[in-house]
């Protein structure tokens, strides 16, 4: 992707960033749907530049809760102007399609989340090493003997993290300030819904 002179990935127009996502903290940290599932869509474009095919199943599985979760949201849009009250009001139906998207959704961007964290915590580190680390810590306990072999190719196709870093935009102490920023807010975000998710009331097994 083309960026302004001196811009980076995160003020391509259209695209919403999870810092814009409001989060009502009088509400038990509501998060507002819509905006929620923009960023969400808005993030498949990192993958875009970690460069390989081996990614596309991480994108499809992203994209899929989303489209899940949308589907939701638009035949019952008076019940899930946020994440909490969509599932609240699915699962009282007895359906948990979308809440089930959401519980993998959820995992997914703690995935993405926590590779990033730990590539940026650590300067000298390859970005396979840490989506690689931050698979083990997330996703691949949920994955099959099946799908583990698929991701695993995924985390070895990584660039190397100073191409990848380049990619984002020209300025790197612009492209640094501004990843921290958006790490931050989807760190925030993640950490709510893993909470809420986690709750007694919200397990449909």
Known sequence: MAYPPGGTFFDLPGKRSYVDVPVDESKDNA???TEFLDASEALLGLFDHLGSVAFTPV?????GNITK?????LASPLDSSTLQSLVSTELATKKHTATEALLWLTRGL?????ALRHNMDNPSEE???SFRSAYGN???Q??????KPIFSAAMSATPYRKDFYAKLGDDQERVGKELEMWLKALERRVGILKEFMGRKENAWK
């Open 110 to 114: 703690d995935f993405t989340a926590q």
């Open 59 to 63: 994108k499809n599985d992203i994209n």
């Open 142 to 147: 949920h994955h099959s003997f099946v799908i």
């Open 31 to 33: 998060i507002q749907t």
């Open 69 to 73: 979760i949308r589907t939701r949201q």
């Open 127 to 129: 970005l396979s090493t």
């Open 138 to 140: 997330t996703l691949k």
